[in-house]
């Protein structure tokens, strides 16, 4: 089976971005897959069997949803540089707090018509309007800052990360790690808004750093279509090995269901075959993709028994 990673994404998503950056630090070779901003997603429901996020990231008929377990499987195919430097224990958790936390923030600190106009130029009037219906229903159940408590939360996160950045190169220490790119990608939406001058511009060190990522670039990129991807998960022939640990209250074999419990919670169902504390792989069918083992982190996922 190919070792090189295959990304489904958009451009304009901030979650993809890190990804890139990442694949950018550790200089990897990958495959790219452009999907659709809004949904129907067809062929990502094919690999996935309902999560609809973006990005995911395919390895054969191995799916890996959400960025935080994509980061471990990109340390796992490329130890170095690494995501988790042995001095930077805490990295996965401020990584954590910025994916869920400064996101929102960033988020709401570009919603003004000019900072939206730059962040989906290139889109018709209608494609906006499509995709901003899309993100209504997706994050329905979802509490969000306001605008002004938004913009003086990320005023003090900045100041946070100026103090770290005027003492070490990276924010958690000497290495970067993988909550440099969580909250890249935070700062990569604002500067996309065309927000960068207005609300990075009293930190210089944060400037420098953010230039830094920028400068690593996304690694060696290959366009291919959906259908090669579903083609290549229904010729694999194999999964990465995985096992459900015990003392964790699921058996495998166990019919499951596995849902995001923040936003984006339609859920996917199959058959429990891995499980840690770390992560959830579901084995299930489908018509074009063959078996498929969709892999999950279990931060931020909600895994129940079926019926
Ligand atoms: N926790 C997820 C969040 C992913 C996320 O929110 N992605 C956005 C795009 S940046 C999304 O899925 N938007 C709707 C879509 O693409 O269908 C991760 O780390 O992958």
Redesign the pocket.
């Known amino acids: 089976m190919s070792t090189t990673p295959i990304l489904h994404h958009f451009e304009a ?4 971005e890190k990804i890139r950056a990442v694949l950018g630090l550790k200089r990897m070779a990958w495959r790219s897959v452009l999907i659709p ?3 129907p ?1 067809p062929d990502v429901i094919a690999l996935t069997g309902g999560y ?4 995911i990231v395919q390895m054969g008929a191995d799916i890996y949803c ?3 377990l994509i980061a471990k499987l990109l340390d796992e195919l490329q130890a170095e540089p690494s995501l988790l430097p042995a001095a930077a224990p805490m990295a996965t958790l401020v990584a954590a707090w910025a ?1 869920s936390t400064l996101f929102w923030q960033a988020i709401m600190n570009t919603q003004s018509p000019s900072a939206r106009a730059l962040i989906f130029q290139g889109l018709s009037p209608e494609a906006m309007q499509q995709v901003r219906d899309d ?1 209504a229903a ?1 994050t329905s159940g979802l509490k969000r800052p306001s605008a002004s408590d938004a913009a003086a939360q990320l005023q003090s996160a900045l100041r946070s990360f100026e103090q770290a950045l005027t003492q070490h190169p990276w924010l958690m220490g000497p290495a970067a790690s993988i909550a440099d790119f969580s909250v890249y990608h935070c700062l990569w939406f604002i500067t996309r808004g065309g927000m960068a001058d207005a609300l990075l511009g009293p930190w210089p060190a944060v400037r420098a750093w953010y230039a830094r990522i920028v400068a690593l670039g996304h690694g060696m990129r290959t366009e291919i279509s959906s259908t090669e991807a579903i083609a290549l998960a229904a010729s694999a022939g194999s999964h990465a090995a995985v096992q459900v640990a015990p003392g964790l209250g699921f058996a495998a074999g166990d019919t499951v269901k596995v849902a995001a419990t923040d936003y ?1 919670t339609e859920a996917v169902s199959g058959t429990l075959v891995g499980l840690s504390v770390d992560s959830i792989t579901v084995a299930r069918q489908d018509a074009r993709a063959g078996t498929v083992h969709v892999h999950f982190p279990r931060l ?1 996922f909600d895994l129940s028994k079926a019926g």
């Open positions: 998503s901030p979650f993809a901003m809004a949904m997603k609809r996020r973006t990005p959400d960025t935080a994916d993100r997706f984006g931020g």
